[in-house]
């Protein structure tokens, strides 16, 4: 006797639509596809019962909510859950700190992107969280696939940046007395990507998991709503899946310009890359002039969608251009380190860009003294 096979409610219809997304995108990788696209299903279905999650990471670690045993989404810390009243009412844990601690902490957290977004008093706790780590050399800060337990800001001292794979360690980048790192282990709930070792005496400032993800992750996710739609729009980036795309919404920083303001000096060293949300970017470069003078002239604008400030981040030389706001103007900005973790894929548009500086420069330069070269770049 043959048993019917029950086919679950919805499967069919679950599968179709799956279906005909995947032939409409395209996805370079499937799985990683039908993880965000299964992932943002899940959200919808959420908010649409009213149970809509605080945070739309918490989307994307669905996947580890269930158990899934891909190691990129495997999560063995413990993760914070949006629906965990306890957890929502344990007050952040406070670490006293001097007026000149305080000062000193303020002044290392006012250039960190992952920061600018929150509201003063959002800031305000995760200062207060913050605690102070003295660092020696050699100090292994992060080991790369460990869970992720603090967020790190320095304050001073050079961090180098390693990565293992298949047995091999390669040094991969370096901070030098600047920045932060281990957002990525608590911003989507993955094994640390890098091991991060200390090569000086230095200070960090730390945030713990729970603060950061209950904070800094959550007003990402706000973000992530506001952004969404008008990075889809971004020439820039439309070879990225929708899930790279979100990466990038993560890390991206809206800062506002006034008429005439500068945004990028020309000469000074680079460390962010911008689009423009709204608003017009004169891009500009200084020349000689026959009498020996100096005259800064236009060599384009940049309107919304486009980008400017790739060029010193990609050559690694000081900026080749200035870039002023025509008006009241909205940029993204994304730093440096989430500019080359996020954004390889869109080098060879990039590139393609980047040799048709020489021209524009060639245009408005007019001689030798005052040529420039990129196209070494261009055509690495
Ligand atoms: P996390 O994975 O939490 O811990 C290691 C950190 O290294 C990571 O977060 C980033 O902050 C930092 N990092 C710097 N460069 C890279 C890179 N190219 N890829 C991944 N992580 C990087």
């Known amino acids: 006797m043959s048993r019917a096979i029950h086919i679950p409610e919805g499967l069919r219809e679950l599968l179709q639509d799956f279906t005909v997304e995947v032939i409409r995108n395209q996805p370079r990788d499937i799985c990683d596809f039908a993880l965000q696209y299964f992932a943002d299903l899940k959200r919808r279905k959420r908010e649409e019962k009213g149970q809509a999650l605080k945070s ?17 989404f495997v999560v063995s810390a413990e ?31 006012k250039d960190i992107l992952l920061f600018k977004n929150l509201e003063q008093e959002e800031l305000s706790k995760v200062l207060d969280a913050m605690f102070e780590r003295p660092v020696a050399a050699g100090d292994h800060i992060i080991e790369q696939h460990d869970d992720g337990d ?66 800094v992750v959550n007003n990402n996710a706000k973000k992530r709503k506001m952004y969404d739609a008008f990075i889809q729009t971004v020439p820039l980036l439309s070879s990225l899946e929708t899930y790279e795309r979100m990466k990038v919404v993560d890390v991206l920083c809206p800062q506002q310009y006034t008429d005439g303001q500068r945004i ?35 060599l384009t604008t940049c309107t919304e969608g486009q980008y400017f400030g790739e060029l010193a981040l990609v050559t690694k030389k000081p900026r080749a251009a200035s870039a002023y706001a025509v008006g009241n103007v909205k940029c993204l900005v994304m730093d440096v380190m989430a500019f080359e973790r996020l954004l390889g894929p869109c080098m060879e548009i990039m590139k393609r860009n980047i040799s048709n500086y020489e021209m524009q420069m060639a245009n408005v330069l007019q001689s030798a003294s005052n040529s420039r070269t990129f196209s070494d770049v261009a055509t690495a």
């Open 56 to 72: 739309s990471y918490e989307a994307m670690m669905f996947a580890s909510d269930e158990e899934d045993n891909d190691e990129e």
């Open 79 to 109: 993760t914070y859950d949006p629906d965990n009243d306890e957890e929502n009412r344990e007050p952040t844990v406070i670490h006293p700190k001097t007026d000149q601690q305080k000062q000193r902490l303020r002044g290392v957290c």
């Open 150 to 215: 603090n967020f790190y800001v320095i304050e001073s001292g050079i961090f180098d940046v390693y990565v293992t794979d298949n047995g091999v360690t390669r040094l991969i980048a370096t901070y030098d007395n600047h920045g932060s790192f281990g957002e990525l282990a608590l911003m989507y709930n993955t094994p640390r990507a890098t091991t991060i070792i200390a090569r000086t005496l230095g200070a960090l400032w730390c945030l713990d998991r729970v603060t950061f993800r209950r904070i």
């Open 264 to 298: 990028i000096a020309e000469g000074e060293s680079a460390d962010c890359f911008y689009i423009v949300e709204s608003g017009e970017v004169r891009i500009t470069v200084r020349r000689t002039t026959e009498e020996g003078e100096i005259e800064e002239v236009e």
